[in-house]
């Protein structure tokens, strides 16, 4: 069982910037496909970032490419999501997530994932 606690939101203006970072524990973090997902008030969890195990592969929602960033430290098992130019539809609960059984291409779907942390605020105001 992996334990996920995320860390980092808050409330923010239009175009600040905020880091939410991540930490994993139990097994063997450098194996583990980690994402980040968000879920804005009375909508569906939705796809932000993935980064695979080896870090060759990172893939971003279209809504975010460009702003957003998402890295990972293996040797503190933390990943990190660096959010810049942030705007109000950004506002949702972010949550972490671990593939901790699959090895090949990362995947999209909040299905495919095992293990997930509590989630953190973001709101980001106009």
């Known amino acids: 069982q992996v334990r996920v606690i995320e860390s980092g939101g808050g409330s923010v203006q239009t175009g600040d910037s905020l880091t939410l970072s991540c930490e994993a524990s139990?097994?063997?973090?450098?194996?583990?496909?980690m994402a980040w997902f968000r879920q804005p008030t009375g909508k569906e969890r939705e796809f932000v970032a993935v980064?695979?195990?080896?870090?060759?592969?990172?893939r971003y929602s279209d809504s975010v490419k460009g702003r957003f960033s998402i890295s990972k430290d293996n040797a503190k098992n933390l990943v990190y999501l660096q959010m810049n130019s942030l705007a109000p539809e950004d506002t949702a609960i972010y949550y972490c997530?671990?593939?901790?059984?699959?090895?090949?291409?990362?995947?999209?779907?909040?299905?495919?994932?095992?293990?997930w942390g509590q989630g953190t605020q973001v709101t980001v105001s106009p």
């Open positions: 997530a671990v593939d901790s059984h699959y090895r090949g291409y990362p995947r999209f779907g909040f299905a495919d994932y095992d293990s």
């Open positions: 139990g097994g063997t973090f450098s194996t583990y496909h």
């Open positions: 980064r695979s195990w080896s870090g060759r592969i990172i």
